[in-house]
Nanobody
Framework: QVQPMESGGGLVQPGGSLRLSCAAS????????IGWFRQAPGKEREGVSC????????WYADSVKGRFTISRDNAKNTVSVQMNTLRPEDTALYYC??????????????????????WGQGTQVTVSS
């Protein structure tokens, strides 16, 4: 069963950092394009960042460019997003999603949740003083 698992969420003060990780026990993440999405209360789900399964192409939402960095660790079978300089507006439930379609993550093209087939349960990130 393809079931991504998120970890690393928590409560952090504005300006702080968190590192979210997406892991899998039943499949190899390196074979999948991985996307991170988030959803805040009362708002629609939005794409945050992704990395494809061909050449490591990445995409970032404008709101997180320069602050978030996505990366793979194939030895650990994880995909992480380092989140720095966090803001209250980053508060949301963050989801990891997977697809075998490399076209689901293309530079300069917004992420589409409908292109991702497998979803984790989410990890909460709260940025507050």
């Amino acid at each position: 069963q393809v079931q991504p698992m998120e970890s690393g969420g928590g409560l952090v003060q504005p300006g702080g950092s968190l590192r979210l990780s997406c892991a899998a026990s039943e499949f190899t993440l390196g074979e999948y394009t991985i996307g991170w999405f988030r959803q805040a209360p009362g708002k629609e789900r939005e794409g945050v960042s992704c990395i494809d399964n061909l050449d490591g192409e990445t995409w970032y939402a404008d709101s997180v460019k320069g602050r978030f960095t996505i990366s793979r660790d194939n030895a650990k079978n994880t995909v992480s997003v380092q989140m720095n300089t966090l803001r209250p507006e980053d508060t949301a439930l963050y989801y990891c999603a997977a697809t075998q379609d490399p076209g689901a993550c293309v530079a300069d093209v917004n992420m589409d949740a409908a292109e991702y087939d497998y979803w984790g349960q989410g990890t909460q990130v709260t940025v507050s003083s």
